[in-house]
């Protein structure tokens, strides 16, 4: 190996030397620096999809908490309509639509997360005394969420 170095000419020599460091920084690039910086990107996209979870996580356990201490079936205070949007609230939903029908109440409810719209319907039947006779649910904007195109809400 020596002896080919020593042949070849000055010219040849650098060129030589040039590729080989070009050769060890590609080689240092590809095996060691590109997966470190792969693994980075994906602890930090992993800590941040954690983040979300432990928020909707922290939410979701008050409004569990809050369903909880209130307990058994209480008697509905109020007509349906009020119960219906005071409840909504509690639970982040937002109504577009609502329409009596004698002692019924058809509600109408745009994109909202399906977990929230769930929760809202078991605090309306074991907390509010309301009944769910018949729900027309859609795809919402993005995943996890629905649209309410009809809920009929009755007296139990």
């Known amino acids: 190996m020596k002896a080919w170095w020593q042949q070849l000419n000055s010219r040849e ?5 040039a590729m080989a460091l070009v050769f060890i920084v590609f080689i240092f690039y ?7 910086n792969n693994s980075l990107t994906e602890a930090r996209s992993k800590l941040v999809r ?29 007509s349906i309509a009020s119960v219906a949007n005071r409840s909504a609230k509690t639970y982040k939903l937002t109504i577009t639509r609502m329409q009596p029908q004698g002692d019924d109440l058809q509600v109408w409810i745009d994109s909202t997360p399906f977990t929230q719209l769930l929760f809202w319907l078991e605090h309306l039947v074991n907390n509010e005394g ?5 729900i027309d649910l859609t795809h919402g904007d993005s995943d ?3 649209k309410v195109r009809r809920l009929h809400l009755t007296r139990i």
């Open 30 to 36: 590809s095996a060691i620096w590109q997966p470190l």
């Open 130 to 134: 309301l009944q769910v006779k018949a």
């Open 50 to 78: 954690q983040q979300q979870l432990l928020s909707w996580v922290e939410e979701n356990t008050a409004l569990y908490q809050q369903a909880k201490r209130s307990g058994g079936t209480a008697k509905l205070s109020g």
């Open 144 to 146: 996890g969420e629905v």
């Open 13 to 17: 020599q650098s060129l030589v030397a």
